[in-house]
């Protein structure tokens, strides 16, 4: 067994410095080469470099996809800050968008108020509606105008298109308006164009109600409904709405004034006419036709509705 390991060393050594050698001479022919500075050895240098270097991209893969991650996730977090940079101001314009309607209704009704014609005779005072009652139980609405501009208890109010209600308590800087709504309101009208009267009555309702009608049967829904002046509290001859029947049976009217969105009322200054402070007064004088009181005497009492 000495022997034959021996023999195995005997053959191996030479072949060992063989090789080191050939490695060596190659070693020396390559730095040989790489340093001599030629087209053609540089060619040559090039090919070897293609032929037997081996190709790195295998190895760099993990490295890429490392990298690419980490650039998607840090353009996912700089989406994810613009995403909520648009949604605040998404809501900022939001709230722009209702501040901007507002203004346009509010400008729209300004608008209203100042195209609508009335009779010249009449002149008025524009108020801001600064609150409402707020009960079911109690339709009316405070304006920012009272006595110091003129404001007297009983005038009529409306918005820029129909007649909304009556001044029912003024102070020195504010006055309250009872609006056509209201159960305590009773209001003579005219029914255009069969010319009927009767008594406009709130019940608290979006529509109130009509009664005392002369004829029922000559009126029609849609038909045109004014205030006939009876009494004297209200002007004649302005828009209140459109005659329609309810879900009673009743007929009853569709305002015109729009109630849900009551910013600014027209108060209409109503020339003094003569008032009945004596109940004595409210006696006809003989010789009156006994047909005409209840026709006076509904007329007073829708003056003091």
Not at 26 to 52: M, N, Q, T, Y
Not at 85 to 90: A, D, G, K, S, V
Not at 219 to 231: A, E, N, Q, T
Request: aromatic content about 6%; hydrophobic content about 40%; some cysteine.
């Amino acid at each position: 067994m000495a022997r034959d390991k021996g023999t195995a060393d005997e053959y191996v050594r030479p072949i060992r410095r063989l090789l080191i050698g050939i490695l060596l001479l190659c070693l020396i022919g390559l730095f040989i080469l790489w340093r001599i500075d030629s087209p053609r050895v540089e060619r040559l240098r090039a090919g070897l470099v293609d032929k037997f270097v081996p190709s790195m991209e295998w190895a760099l893969v993990p490295v890429t996809k490392t990298i690419g991650m980490l650039e998607n996730f840090q353009s996912y977090q700089r989406l994810y800050e613009q995403n909520q940079e648009l949604r605040n101001e998404l809501r900022q314009m939001q709230a722009w968008k209702e501040a901007a309607l507002q203004l346009e209704q509010k400008n729209a009704k300004l608008l209203d108020l100042n195209n609508v014609r009335l009779d010249p005779r009449y002149t008025y005072v524009t108020g801001v509606v600064m609150a409402d009652s707020g009960s079911p139980f109690r339709q009316s609405v405070l304006l920012n105008v009272g006595a110091r501009d003129g404001i007297v208890d009983g005038w009529a109010t409306m918005d820029g298109i129909g007649l909304v209600g009556r001044i029912s308590g003024v102070g020195q800087n504010t006055a309250r308006v009872i609006l056509l709504t209201d159960s305590n309101s009773r209001l003579p009208v005219t029914i255009q164009p069969s010319g009927q009267r009767a008594i406009l009555s709130g019940d608290n309702s979006i529509r109130p109600s009509l009664d005392f009608i002369e004829t029922p049967e000559l009126i029609r829904p849609g038909d045109r409904v004014i205030s006939s002046g009876d009494g004297g509290v209200f002007p004649p001859g302005i828009l209140i709405g459109q005659v329609a029947k309810g879900p009673d049976r009743r007929l009853r009217v569709v305002l015109a004034a729009d109630y849900e969105r009551l910013d600014y009322l027209r108060v209409l200054r109503t020339h003094e006419s003569e008032r009945i402070t004596d109940p004595g007064s409210l006696i006809l004088p003989d010789g009156t036709p006994e047909a005409e009181a209840p026709a006076l005497e509904t007329g007073a009492e829708a003056g003091d509705g």
